[in-house]
RNA sequence: GGAAAGGUGGCUGAGUGGUCGAAAGCGCCGGACUCGAAAUCCGGUGUACGGUUCUCCGUACCGUGGGUUCGAAUCCCACCCUUUCCGCCA
Protein backbone atom coordinates (compact mmCIF):
# COMPACT_ATOMS: atom_id res chain seq x y z
CA UNK A 1 0.00 0.00 0.00
CA UNK A 2 1.17 3.59 -1.28
CA UNK A 3 1.30 6.33 1.60
CA UNK A 4 -1.95 8.39 1.01
CA UNK A 5 0.03 11.47 2.58
CA UNK A 6 2.65 11.37 -0.28
CA UNK A 7 -0.43 10.73 -3.40
CA UNK A 8 -1.71 13.77 -1.31
CA UNK A 9 1.33 16.15 -1.31
CA UNK A 10 2.19 14.83 -5.02
CA UNK A 11 -0.53 12.88 -6.86
CA UNK A 12 0.76 13.43 -10.31
CA UNK A 13 4.87 12.58 -9.62
CA UNK A 14 3.04 9.03 -8.50
CA UNK A 15 0.73 8.32 -11.28
CA UNK A 16 4.06 8.99 -13.46
CA UNK A 17 5.82 6.72 -11.73
CA UNK A 18 3.11 4.03 -11.58
CA UNK A 19 2.46 4.68 -15.60
CA UNK A 20 5.62 2.61 -16.23
CA UNK A 21 4.59 -0.80 -14.69
CA UNK A 22 1.99 0.18 -16.34
CA UNK A 23 -0.67 0.90 -14.36
CA UNK A 24 -3.26 3.66 -14.85
CA UNK A 25 -3.88 5.63 -11.74
CA UNK A 26 -6.99 7.07 -12.03
CA UNK A 27 -6.01 10.81 -10.23
CA UNK A 28 -9.81 12.19 -10.45
CA UNK A 29 -11.26 9.53 -8.52
CA UNK A 30 -9.04 9.80 -5.51
CA UNK A 31 -9.43 13.35 -5.68
CA UNK A 32 -13.03 13.09 -5.21
CA UNK A 33 -12.70 10.65 -2.75
CA UNK A 34 -10.39 12.74 -1.07
CA UNK A 35 -12.38 15.59 -1.25
CA UNK A 36 -15.39 13.73 0.16
CA UNK A 37 -13.84 12.29 2.71
CA UNK A 38 -12.32 15.82 4.15
CA UNK A 39 -16.26 17.16 4.10
CA UNK A 40 -17.24 14.32 5.89
CA UNK A 41 -14.31 13.77 8.42
CA UNK A 42 -14.66 17.24 9.34
CA UNK A 43 -18.09 17.25 9.78
CA UNK A 44 -18.10 13.80 11.98
CA UNK A 45 -15.75 15.19 14.40
CA UNK A 46 -17.12 19.04 14.82
CA UNK A 47 -20.11 16.72 16.18
CA UNK A 48 -18.76 14.08 18.17
CA UNK A 49 -16.91 17.22 19.80
CA UNK A 50 -20.47 18.69 20.63
CA UNK A 51 -21.78 15.52 21.50
CA UNK A 52 -18.50 15.31 24.35
CA UNK A 53 -18.93 18.29 25.47
CA UNK A 54 -23.13 18.00 25.59
CA UNK A 55 -22.04 14.56 27.49
CA UNK A 56 -19.78 16.42 29.72
CA UNK A 57 -22.14 19.18 30.87
CA UNK A 58 -25.17 16.45 31.71
CA UNK A 59 -22.83 14.89 33.97
CA UNK A 60 -21.47 17.92 35.72
CA UNK A 61 -25.12 19.64 36.08
CA UNK A 62 -26.40 15.77 37.27
CA UNK A 63 -23.50 15.56 39.80
CA UNK A 64 -24.85 19.17 40.89
CA UNK A 65 -28.36 17.80 40.83
CA UNK A 66 -29.39 20.23 38.53
CA UNK A 67 -31.99 19.59 36.01
CA UNK A 68 -30.46 17.97 32.51
CA UNK A 69 -33.76 17.66 30.52
CA UNK A 70 -32.88 20.44 28.16
CA UNK A 71 -29.63 19.02 27.45
CA UNK A 72 -31.22 15.84 26.97
CA UNK A 73 -33.44 16.68 24.52
CA UNK A 74 -30.61 18.67 22.44
CA UNK A 75 -28.52 15.79 22.70
CA UNK A 76 -31.13 13.79 21.44
CA UNK A 77 -31.81 15.54 18.62
CA UNK A 78 -27.79 16.25 17.21
CA UNK A 79 -27.12 12.55 17.27
CA UNK A 80 -29.39 11.83 14.10
CA UNK A 81 -26.95 13.46 11.94
CA UNK A 82 -24.15 12.04 13.73
CA UNK A 83 -24.98 8.64 13.28
CA UNK A 84 -25.68 9.14 9.79
CA UNK A 85 -22.28 11.08 9.04
CA UNK A 86 -20.58 8.50 11.41
CA UNK A 87 -22.09 6.13 8.80
CA UNK A 88 -20.83 8.03 5.79
CA UNK A 89 -17.26 8.19 7.27
CA UNK A 90 -17.08 4.72 7.48
CA UNK A 91 -18.55 4.24 3.94
CA UNK A 92 -16.03 6.90 2.26
CA UNK A 93 -12.94 5.65 4.38
CA UNK A 94 -13.28 2.25 2.91
CA UNK A 95 -14.09 3.06 -0.77
CA UNK A 96 -10.20 4.78 0.14
CA UNK A 97 -8.46 1.70 1.64
CA UNK A 98 -9.93 0.10 -1.51
CA UNK A 99 -8.78 2.11 -3.97
CA UNK A 100 -4.92 2.21 -1.91
CA UNK A 101 -5.27 -1.70 -1.92
CA UNK A 102 -4.92 -2.15 -5.44
CA UNK A 103 -2.68 0.51 -6.12
CA UNK A 104 0.77 -1.56 -7.00
CA UNK A 105 4.26 -0.30 -5.29
CA UNK A 106 6.32 2.15 -7.09
CA UNK A 107 9.42 1.20 -9.06
CA UNK A 108 12.22 1.99 -7.68
CA UNK A 109 14.43 4.99 -9.65
CA UNK A 110 16.65 2.34 -10.55
CA UNK A 111 14.30 0.16 -12.22
CA UNK A 112 14.83 -0.25 -16.43
CA UNK A 113 11.73 0.71 -18.10
CA UNK A 114 9.40 -1.37 -19.86
CA UNK A 115 6.79 -3.65 -20.47
CA UNK A 116 7.88 -7.09 -20.22
CA UNK A 117 10.00 -9.96 -19.58
CA UNK A 118 11.98 -8.99 -22.72
CA UNK A 119 12.77 -5.36 -21.67
CA UNK A 120 14.84 -6.67 -18.20
CA UNK A 121 18.19 -5.57 -18.00
CA UNK A 122 21.08 -8.53 -17.56
CA UNK A 123 23.17 -7.25 -14.51
CA UNK A 124 25.99 -9.79 -14.54
CA UNK A 125 26.71 -13.41 -15.76
CA UNK A 126 28.23 -16.17 -14.02
CA UNK A 127 29.33 -19.48 -15.04
CA UNK A 128 29.67 -21.17 -18.46
CA UNK A 129 27.29 -23.24 -19.73
CA UNK A 130 28.92 -26.93 -20.41
CA UNK A 131 29.76 -28.06 -23.55
CA UNK A 132 27.74 -31.50 -24.23
CA UNK A 133 29.62 -34.19 -26.75
CA UNK A 134 26.36 -36.36 -26.04
CA UNK A 135 22.90 -35.03 -27.00
CA UNK A 136 21.35 -33.64 -24.15
CA UNK A 137 18.59 -34.80 -22.02
CA UNK A 138 15.68 -32.43 -20.00
CA UNK A 139 15.09 -33.46 -16.74
CA UNK A 140 11.69 -35.27 -17.62
CA UNK A 141 13.90 -38.16 -19.58
CA UNK A 142 16.65 -37.89 -16.85
CA UNK A 143 14.30 -38.76 -14.00
CA UNK A 144 12.09 -40.93 -15.91
CA UNK A 145 14.80 -42.87 -16.89
CA UNK A 146 16.86 -43.32 -13.90
CA UNK A 147 13.37 -44.62 -12.75
CA UNK A 148 13.21 -42.29 -10.26
CA UNK A 149 10.74 -39.60 -11.38
CA UNK A 150 6.85 -39.82 -12.48
CA UNK A 151 4.36 -37.62 -13.70
CA UNK A 152 1.98 -40.56 -14.43
CA UNK A 153 1.34 -41.74 -11.16
CA UNK A 154 1.43 -37.67 -9.59
CA UNK A 155 -1.17 -37.34 -11.87
CA UNK A 156 -3.54 -40.50 -10.77
CA UNK A 157 -2.59 -39.46 -7.01
CA UNK A 158 -3.86 -35.58 -7.53
CA UNK A 159 -3.47 -34.57 -11.30
CA UNK A 160 -1.65 -32.18 -13.45
CA UNK A 161 1.05 -29.71 -11.87
CA UNK A 162 2.27 -32.10 -9.40
CA UNK A 163 5.49 -34.68 -9.23
CA UNK A 164 6.22 -37.89 -7.87
CA UNK A 165 10.34 -38.48 -6.59
CA UNK A 166 11.48 -41.46 -5.48
CA UNK A 167 15.23 -43.24 -4.04
CA UNK A 168 17.90 -40.92 -4.62
CA UNK A 169 16.39 -38.22 -6.38
CA UNK A 170 13.56 -37.38 -3.79
CA UNK A 171 17.00 -37.87 -0.86
CA UNK A 172 19.11 -35.12 -3.44
CA UNK A 173 15.74 -32.83 -3.14
CA UNK A 174 15.76 -33.25 0.43
CA UNK A 175 19.41 -32.43 0.33
CA UNK A 176 19.41 -29.37 -1.66
CA UNK A 177 17.26 -27.82 0.62
CA UNK A 178 19.39 -29.01 3.82
CA UNK A 179 22.38 -27.28 1.88
CA UNK A 180 20.49 -24.11 1.40
CA UNK A 181 19.57 -23.96 5.33
CA UNK A 182 22.88 -24.54 6.21
CA UNK A 183 24.85 -22.06 4.07
CA UNK A 184 22.24 -19.12 5.48
CA UNK A 185 22.21 -19.87 8.68
CA UNK A 186 25.99 -21.19 9.28
CA UNK A 187 27.23 -18.33 6.85
CA UNK A 188 24.96 -15.66 5.82
CA UNK A 189 23.33 -14.56 9.22
CA UNK A 190 19.90 -15.76 9.12
CA UNK A 191 17.63 -17.20 11.34
CA UNK A 192 16.02 -20.15 10.93
CA UNK A 193 12.12 -20.38 11.00
CA UNK A 194 9.74 -23.13 10.95
CA UNK A 195 6.57 -21.38 10.21
CA UNK A 196 2.57 -22.01 9.23
CA UNK A 197 1.60 -23.26 5.94
CA UNK A 198 -2.19 -22.52 6.27
CA UNK A 199 -3.18 -18.59 7.36
CA UNK A 200 -5.26 -16.08 7.71
CA UNK A 201 -6.69 -13.73 5.07
CA UNK A 202 -5.16 -10.68 7.38
CA UNK A 203 -1.40 -11.98 6.61
CA UNK A 204 -2.23 -12.79 2.79
CA UNK A 205 -3.37 -9.16 2.89
CA UNK A 206 -0.24 -7.95 4.76
CA UNK A 207 2.03 -9.44 1.93
CA UNK A 208 0.06 -8.35 -0.80
CA UNK A 209 -1.57 -11.48 -2.13
CA UNK A 210 -4.97 -9.88 -1.35
CA UNK A 211 -7.53 -8.74 -1.96
CA UNK A 212 -6.15 -8.64 -5.79
CA UNK A 213 -4.68 -12.29 -6.44
CA UNK A 214 -7.31 -14.56 -4.70
CA UNK A 215 -7.63 -16.69 -7.54
CA UNK A 216 -3.55 -17.66 -7.49
CA UNK A 217 -3.79 -19.28 -4.32
CA UNK A 218 -5.78 -22.39 -2.88
CA UNK A 219 -7.84 -22.51 0.40
CA UNK A 220 -9.48 -24.66 2.88
CA UNK A 221 -12.72 -23.65 4.60
CA UNK A 222 -12.75 -23.14 7.92
CA UNK A 223 -15.93 -22.80 10.71
CA UNK A 224 -18.91 -20.92 9.83
CA UNK A 225 -17.41 -18.97 6.78
CA UNK A 226 -13.91 -18.30 7.51
CA UNK A 227 -11.04 -20.28 5.32
CA UNK A 228 -7.27 -20.83 5.81
CA UNK A 229 -5.08 -19.88 2.62
CA UNK A 230 -2.20 -22.28 2.00
CA UNK A 231 0.75 -19.71 1.43
CA UNK A 232 2.51 -19.71 -1.76
CA UNK A 233 5.73 -18.82 -0.29
CA UNK A 234 7.42 -18.83 3.11
CA UNK A 235 7.24 -14.78 2.71
CA UNK A 236 3.78 -14.94 3.92
CA UNK A 237 4.08 -16.36 7.53
CA UNK A 238 7.86 -15.26 7.65
CA UNK A 239 6.80 -11.68 7.04
CA UNK A 240 3.79 -11.34 8.49
CA UNK A 241 5.96 -12.41 11.68
CA UNK A 242 6.16 -8.42 12.13
CA UNK A 243 2.81 -7.86 11.34
CA UNK A 244 1.54 -5.02 13.98
CA UNK A 245 4.65 -4.96 15.82
CA UNK A 246 7.15 -2.94 16.85
CA UNK A 247 10.81 -4.01 16.39
CA UNK A 248 13.17 -2.43 19.44
CA UNK A 249 16.13 -1.09 17.19
CA UNK A 250 18.68 -3.03 18.82
CA UNK A 251 16.88 -6.16 17.23
CA UNK A 252 16.66 -4.80 13.79
CA UNK A 253 17.69 -6.05 11.11
CA UNK A 254 15.64 -9.85 11.46
CA UNK A 255 16.76 -12.07 9.34
CA UNK A 256 14.79 -15.36 8.60
CA UNK A 257 15.47 -18.06 6.23
CA UNK A 258 12.39 -20.79 5.89
CA UNK A 259 12.15 -24.26 4.08
CA UNK A 260 8.58 -24.58 3.24
CA UNK A 261 6.17 -25.86 0.98
CA UNK A 262 4.99 -23.46 -1.68
CA UNK A 263 0.77 -24.14 -3.13
CA UNK A 264 -0.12 -21.99 -6.23
CA UNK A 265 -3.34 -22.57 -8.16
CA UNK A 266 -1.00 -21.01 -11.78
CA UNK A 267 -4.74 -19.86 -12.57
CA UNK A 268 -3.72 -18.41 -16.14
CA UNK A 269 -0.65 -20.35 -17.15
CA UNK A 270 -2.36 -22.60 -18.90
CA UNK A 271 -0.33 -24.48 -21.20
CA UNK A 272 2.49 -22.75 -19.90
CA UNK A 273 5.41 -24.88 -18.66
CA UNK A 274 3.04 -27.80 -18.81
CA UNK A 275 6.18 -30.17 -19.15
CA UNK A 276 8.33 -31.54 -16.21
CA UNK A 277 7.86 -29.78 -12.65
CA UNK A 278 8.97 -26.07 -13.52
CA UNK A 279 5.60 -25.20 -12.82
CA UNK A 280 3.66 -27.11 -10.23
CA UNK A 281 1.08 -26.81 -7.59
CA UNK A 282 3.11 -28.01 -5.07
CA UNK A 283 6.99 -26.98 -4.59
CA UNK A 284 9.46 -26.73 -2.10
CA UNK A 285 11.73 -23.72 -2.04
CA UNK A 286 14.04 -22.02 0.79
CA UNK A 287 12.74 -18.55 1.28
CA UNK A 288 14.92 -15.42 2.57
CA UNK A 289 13.37 -12.72 4.68
CA UNK A 290 14.64 -9.27 5.95
CA UNK A 291 13.24 -6.72 8.10
CA UNK A 292 15.55 -3.35 7.55
CA UNK A 293 15.59 0.13 8.61
CA UNK A 294 14.65 1.87 5.66
CA UNK A 295 17.61 3.79 4.85
CA UNK A 296 19.48 0.28 4.56
CA UNK A 297 17.00 -1.72 1.72
CA UNK A 298 18.79 -1.29 -0.81
CA UNK A 299 21.84 -2.37 0.81
CA UNK A 300 20.02 -5.43 1.87
CA UNK A 301 19.18 -6.22 -1.44
CA UNK A 302 22.18 -6.33 -2.97
CA UNK A 303 23.28 -8.82 0.25
CA UNK A 304 20.55 -10.89 0.33
CA UNK A 305 20.56 -11.22 -3.55
CA UNK A 306 24.32 -12.27 -2.89
CA UNK A 307 23.26 -15.00 -0.69
CA UNK A 308 20.92 -15.94 -2.75
CA UNK A 309 23.78 -16.23 -5.64
CA UNK A 310 26.27 -18.20 -2.86
CA UNK A 311 24.20 -21.00 -3.79
CA UNK A 312 24.08 -21.24 -7.23
CA UNK A 313 28.12 -20.97 -7.24
CA UNK A 314 28.69 -23.83 -4.80
CA UNK A 315 26.53 -25.88 -6.85
CA UNK A 316 28.78 -24.66 -9.56
CA UNK A 317 25.30 -23.76 -11.79
CA UNK A 318 25.72 -20.97 -14.64
CA UNK A 319 23.44 -18.09 -13.99
CA UNK A 320 22.44 -14.64 -14.95
CA UNK A 321 21.44 -11.70 -12.89
CA UNK A 322 18.35 -9.93 -14.11
CA UNK A 323 16.77 -6.80 -13.09
CA UNK A 324 13.21 -6.86 -13.73
CA UNK A 325 11.41 -3.60 -15.88
CA UNK A 326 8.96 -2.04 -14.38
CA UNK A 327 6.37 -3.77 -16.63
CA UNK A 328 7.79 -7.29 -15.32
CA UNK A 329 8.07 -6.42 -11.62
CA UNK A 330 5.09 -8.07 -8.99
CA UNK A 331 2.55 -5.75 -7.57
CA UNK A 332 4.08 -5.24 -4.08
CA UNK A 333 7.48 -4.99 -5.40
CA UNK A 334 9.75 -1.38 -5.70
CA UNK A 335 13.03 -3.07 -7.03
CA UNK A 336 13.11 -6.91 -8.21
CA UNK A 337 16.65 -9.08 -9.46
CA UNK A 338 15.55 -12.38 -11.01
CA UNK A 339 18.36 -15.01 -10.89
CA UNK A 340 18.06 -17.21 -13.97
CA UNK A 341 19.96 -20.34 -14.01
CA UNK A 342 21.20 -22.30 -16.82
CA UNK A 343 19.32 -25.26 -17.96
CA UNK A 344 20.88 -27.20 -20.86
CA UNK A 345 17.54 -29.08 -21.53
CA UNK A 346 15.74 -25.75 -22.60
CA UNK A 347 18.93 -24.42 -23.78
CA UNK A 348 18.27 -20.98 -21.96
CA UNK A 349 18.55 -19.09 -18.88
CA UNK A 350 15.06 -20.16 -17.04
CA UNK A 351 13.96 -17.97 -13.58
CA UNK A 352 15.05 -19.84 -10.17
CA UNK A 353 14.73 -16.88 -7.81
CA UNK A 354 13.23 -13.55 -7.22
CA UNK A 355 14.47 -10.97 -4.98
CA UNK A 356 12.85 -8.38 -3.85
CA UNK A 357 12.81 -4.63 -2.21
CA UNK A 358 9.16 -3.59 -0.65
CA UNK A 359 10.39 -0.60 0.81
CA UNK A 360 7.44 0.33 3.39
CA UNK A 361 4.75 -1.31 0.90
CA UNK A 362 4.13 -4.45 2.99
CA UNK A 363 4.96 -2.89 5.92
CA UNK A 364 2.45 -0.24 5.99
CA UNK A 365 -0.38 -3.11 5.14
CA UNK A 366 0.91 -5.15 7.91
CA UNK A 367 1.57 -1.67 10.42
CA UNK A 368 5.09 -3.21 10.69
CA UNK A 369 7.34 -0.93 12.80
CA UNK A 370 10.59 -0.07 14.85
CA UNK A 371 11.49 2.02 17.00
CA UNK A 372 14.16 4.36 15.57
CA UNK A 373 17.12 6.19 17.07
CA UNK A 374 14.42 9.04 18.29
CA UNK A 375 12.08 6.41 20.13
CA UNK A 376 9.41 6.46 17.88
CA UNK A 377 7.95 4.07 15.63
CA UNK A 378 8.27 3.85 12.02
CA UNK A 379 7.95 1.86 9.25
CA UNK A 380 10.13 -1.07 8.07
CA UNK A 381 10.85 -2.08 4.62
CA UNK A 382 10.65 -5.94 3.96
CA UNK A 383 12.92 -8.23 1.56
CA UNK A 384 12.91 -11.67 0.53
CA UNK A 385 14.02 -13.49 -2.23
CA UNK A 386 14.37 -17.35 -3.16
CA UNK A 387 17.46 -18.90 -1.81
CA UNK A 388 16.08 -21.15 -3.87
CA UNK A 389 13.61 -22.56 -5.19
CA UNK A 390 14.27 -26.28 -4.40
CA UNK A 391 12.52 -28.02 -7.65
CA UNK A 392 14.05 -25.88 -10.41
CA UNK A 393 17.47 -26.03 -8.42
CA UNK A 394 16.71 -30.36 -8.65
CA UNK A 395 16.25 -29.61 -12.47
CA UNK A 396 19.22 -27.39 -12.99
CA UNK A 397 21.97 -29.78 -11.24
CA UNK A 398 19.86 -32.89 -13.10
CA UNK A 399 20.50 -31.27 -16.34
CA UNK A 400 23.79 -29.48 -15.79
CA UNK A 401 25.04 -32.62 -14.51
CA UNK A 402 23.96 -35.56 -16.84
CA UNK A 403 26.15 -37.86 -18.08
CA UNK A 404 25.78 -39.41 -21.33
CA UNK A 405 24.85 -43.06 -19.75
CA UNK A 406 21.84 -41.01 -18.28
CA UNK A 407 23.12 -41.01 -14.82
CA UNK A 408 23.66 -37.33 -12.80
CA UNK A 409 26.69 -36.65 -11.04
CA UNK A 410 26.23 -35.00 -7.90
CA UNK A 411 27.86 -31.27 -7.61
CA UNK A 412 31.13 -31.33 -5.06
CA UNK A 413 29.07 -28.92 -3.23
CA UNK A 414 25.62 -31.35 -2.23
CA UNK A 415 27.98 -34.78 -1.19
CA UNK A 416 28.53 -34.11 2.27
CA UNK A 417 24.40 -33.58 2.58
CA UNK A 418 24.09 -37.31 0.44
CA UNK A 419 26.74 -39.66 2.34
CA UNK A 420 29.59 -39.11 0.75
CA UNK A 421 27.35 -40.13 -2.80
CA UNK A 422 29.06 -39.03 -6.11
CA UNK A 423 26.35 -40.26 -8.58
CA UNK A 424 22.55 -41.30 -9.06
CA UNK A 425 21.56 -43.95 -11.45
CA UNK A 426 19.21 -45.78 -12.07
CA UNK A 427 18.92 -48.36 -8.98
CA UNK A 428 20.59 -45.63 -6.42
C1' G B 1 -15.35 -30.87 21.70
C1' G B 2 -16.88 -29.63 27.30
C1' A B 3 -15.96 -26.43 31.81
C1' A B 4 -13.79 -22.18 34.20
C1' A B 5 -11.00 -17.66 34.34
C1' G B 6 -9.20 -13.75 31.63
C1' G B 7 -7.72 -10.11 27.42
C1' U B 8 -6.29 -2.28 29.74
C1' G B 9 -0.35 1.91 27.38
C1' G B 10 7.00 -0.61 26.37
C1' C B 11 6.07 -3.99 31.00
C1' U B 12 3.32 -5.07 35.78
C1' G B 13 -1.35 -3.59 37.15
C1' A B 14 -5.87 -0.35 39.18
C1' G B 15 -10.28 1.08 37.29
C1' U B 16 -17.95 -2.00 36.88
C1' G B 17 -21.89 4.14 33.47
C1' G B 18 -19.95 10.72 33.63
C1' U B 19 -14.15 16.15 34.44
C1' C B 20 -10.70 8.38 32.18
C1' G B 21 -6.47 8.56 27.24
C1' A B 22 -7.04 6.07 31.57
C1' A B 23 -4.24 5.57 38.96
C1' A B 24 0.20 3.52 40.79
C1' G B 25 4.80 1.10 40.15
C1' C B 26 8.71 -0.30 36.74
C1' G B 27 11.21 1.18 32.36
C1' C B 28 12.76 5.25 29.23
C1' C B 29 14.08 10.70 28.34
C1' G B 30 15.46 15.58 30.41
C1' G B 31 16.94 18.40 34.70
C1' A B 32 18.84 19.09 39.92
C1' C B 33 22.48 17.08 43.39
C1' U B 34 27.78 14.83 42.35
C1' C B 35 34.62 15.31 40.27
C1' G B 36 31.74 11.26 37.94
C1' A B 37 28.31 7.33 38.96
C1' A B 38 24.64 5.07 42.19
C1' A B 39 20.81 6.55 45.45
C1' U B 40 17.40 10.62 45.99
C1' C B 41 14.33 14.71 44.22
C1' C B 42 11.65 17.49 40.12
C1' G B 43 9.54 17.34 35.27
C1' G B 44 8.34 14.69 30.91
C1' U B 45 7.10 10.11 28.37
C1' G B 46 1.11 5.99 23.75
C1' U B 47 -0.60 5.38 18.56
C1' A B 48 -3.32 6.86 14.34
C1' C B 49 -6.06 10.41 11.75
C1' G B 50 -7.91 15.35 10.65
C1' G B 51 -7.62 20.76 10.88
C1' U B 52 -4.01 24.46 11.51
C1' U B 53 0.95 24.79 10.73
C1' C B 54 5.94 24.28 13.34
C1' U B 55 2.21 26.09 17.59
C1' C B 56 -1.92 24.53 19.03
C1' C B 57 -6.88 22.46 18.53
C1' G B 58 -10.05 18.36 17.55
C1' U B 59 -11.39 13.11 16.77
C1' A B 60 -10.70 7.91 17.38
C1' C B 61 -8.40 3.89 19.89
C1' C B 62 -8.78 -0.14 26.89
C1' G B 63 -8.93 -8.16 22.12
C1' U B 64 -12.49 -7.60 17.42
C1' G B 65 -17.36 -6.36 15.64
C1' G B 66 -22.28 -4.95 16.87
C1' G B 67 -26.00 -3.06 20.55
C1' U B 68 -28.09 -0.09 24.85
C1' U B 69 -27.34 5.20 26.52
C1' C B 70 -27.31 12.22 26.33
C1' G B 71 -22.62 9.68 27.77
C1' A B 72 -19.29 2.94 27.58
C1' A B 73 -12.67 0.57 29.41
C1' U B 74 -17.05 -0.10 32.61
C1' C B 75 -23.73 -2.80 30.83
C1' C B 76 -25.73 -6.48 26.75
C1' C B 77 -24.80 -9.83 22.32
C1' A B 78 -21.58 -12.36 18.89
C1' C B 79 -16.81 -13.65 17.56
C1' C B 80 -11.36 -14.15 18.17
C1' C B 81 -7.39 -15.19 21.31
C1' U B 82 -4.81 -16.69 26.00
C1' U B 83 -4.46 -19.67 30.52
C1' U B 84 -6.10 -23.91 33.54
C1' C B 85 -8.86 -28.55 33.98
C1' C B 86 -11.41 -32.67 31.33
C1' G B 87 -12.03 -35.40 26.65
C1' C B 88 -9.84 -36.70 21.91
C1' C B 89 -5.42 -37.02 19.13
C1' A B 90 -0.02 -36.95 15.28
Redesign the pocket.
Known sequence: ML???SL?NDLEGAANRLAARPFHLDAAAFQALEQE??LV??R???L?????????????A??KGED?SA??RE??E??AE?QSMEAKL?QVQARLQDFLLLIPNLPHASVPPGRSAEDNAEVRRHGTPRQFDFAVKDHVDIGEGMGMLDFATATKISGARFSLMTGALARMHRALAQFMLEVHTQEHGYTEVYAPYLVNAASMRGTGQLPKFEEDLFAVPR??E?KFYLIPTAEVPVTNIVRDE?VPLDRMPLKFVCHSPCFRSEAGSYGKDTRGMIRQHQFDKVELVQIVQPEKSYDSLEQLTGHAETILQRLELPYRVMALCAGDMGFSAAKTYDLEVWLPGQNAYREISSCSNFEAFQARRM?A?FRNEK????LVHTLNGSALAVGRTLVAVMENYQNADGSVTVPAALRPHLGGLERIARGS
Open positions: DIQRRKQTTQEQAARNSLAKRIGQKGVLMAGANLLGEGIQRGKPE
